[in-house]
């Protein structure tokens, strides 16, 4: 069963609200809870991360995406 806050929209019949269910996922198995996040395929693994900054609040930090150069004359 899937609930409204694990895809960070919100569903409303066929309808969706938010967004974001196609960059963040959220998931669980028997023992686990999993949190997939869709990031730009450039980063590389270690440029990303992961901290628990107090008890019940983790960070996940990564480069932003650098737009192309154009030159101005």
Do not use: C, H
């Not at 609200?17 to 996922?25: D, K, N």
């Not at 900054?53 to 960070?59: A, D, N």
């Amino acid at each position: 069963m899937v609930e409204e806050w694990e895809n960070f929209g919100i569903k409303i019949g066929p309808f969706e609200i938010g967004g974001m269910s196609q960059s963040i996922r959220y998931t669980k198995t028997e023992k686990s809870n999993i949190l997939r996040i869709k990031i730009e395929p450039e980063i590389k693994r270690e440029q990303i991360k992961a901290r628990l900054v107090k008890p019940g609040l983790l960070e996940i930090e990564w480069p932003r995406a650098k737009g192309e150069e154009i030159p101005i004359d």
